[in-house]
């Protein structure tokens, strides 16, 4: 694997962590929403060559390929009251007339959303799954699962089958309070996704600069939405987190926020807290 722990910045070479095995097979990234889980990711992924696996993205993706397969009928005959169950997937095969296991776990995603309700763990397991399998099971960082007790307790179930592992999960921690001042202050672009904060990275004149559009909150980026969040987590997230470490998987715990933000000191700090575990 190409990469190096002396990387050379201007001809200064840089703290060495020996401790650290060179090559790991999957991480999971864990934190309250808006801790600031992202700029850790991209060291980790940088560092030991993986790949970022966001279940927001296989959502993303699986609504969207069920949305271009262009079915538009109702989703309910899918689902079978009595029961309390989606038809077999032969069943739903049939009746969609196409047997792309993406299509059928598009639809499955897409009932739940549309009627706005929690997608289950074991829909939010399965589409997991597919997607962590594609790159067999290895090489990734899990960024958003498991977010449950009963996604955990699959996942470990998932590795012994598979034969495969996780390192360590970097737990990074921010309080509350800030999460908060940081999450509200935050701005994004309609048109073209740029994020931009009020204080941290003002939009000029309150506008894109790529797009010159005025930027908007997301509807998600409210107080009371904040919040909830926050409270999701504590109930169920570190539940899950808890379990993983009884079952013998090291917890990392890495500082969301920084004095200095800089990504030398991002990278730093993320590699110390690796490297604590490994002593
Ligand atoms: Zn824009």
């Known amino acids: 694997m190409a990469h190096s722990y002396i990387p050379e ?33 991209d060291v980790l992924v940088d560092e030991f060559d993986l790949q970022q696996l966001s279940t927001g993205n296989i959502f993303r993706t699986y609504l969207g390929k069920f949305n271009d397969y262009g079915f538009d009928g109702d989703l309910s005959q899918f689902w079978d009251d009595e029961e309390e169950c989606f038809l077999t997937d032969e069943e739903i095969s049939k009746e969609l007339d196409t ?24 829909i939010t397991n399965e589409l997991f799954n597919s997607y962590f399998g594609r790159r067999d099971y290895r090489h990734q960082v899990l960024d958003g699962y498991p977010r449950t007790l009963s996604q955990a307790k699959f996942l470990l179930k998932l590795l ?20 908060i001042e940081r999450t509200i202050k935050r701005r994004i672009c309609p048109d073209c996704g740029k994020v931009y904060h009020l204080i941290y990275a003002p939009p000029p004149e309150g506008k894109c600069e ?46 969301g926020h920084l004095e200095e933000f800089t990504p030398e000191n991002v990278r730093r700090s993320v590699l110390e807290a690796v490297e604590d575990i490994y002593k």
């Not at 095995?21 to 990234?29: A, D, F, Q, R």
């Not at 792309?100 to 009932?111: E, Q």
């Open 210 to 255: 790529e797009c010159g559009v005025e930027v908007i909150q997301r509807s998600d980026d409210t107080k009371e939405k904040i919040r909830s969040r926050l409270s999701e987590f504590k109930e169920k997230v570190v539940p899950a987190m808890e379990f993983m470490e009884e079952h013998g998987i090291s917890i990392a715990k890495v500082p």
């Open 160 to 179: 012994e089958e598979q034969n495969t592992d996780i390192d360590f999960i970097l737990w990074v921690e921010n309080e509350d309070q800030k999460i």
């Open 9 to 41: 910045t201007n001809g200064i070479s840089m703290k060495m962590y020996d401790n650290i095995p060179k090559e790991v097979t999957n991480i999971v990234v864990t934190g309250k929403s808006g801790a600031g889980k992202q700029p850790r990711i």
């Open 99 to 122: 047997d792309d296991p993406g299509v059928i776990l598009g639809m499955k995603a897409k009932y739940f959303v549309d009627r706005g309700l929690f997608v289950p763990d074991y």
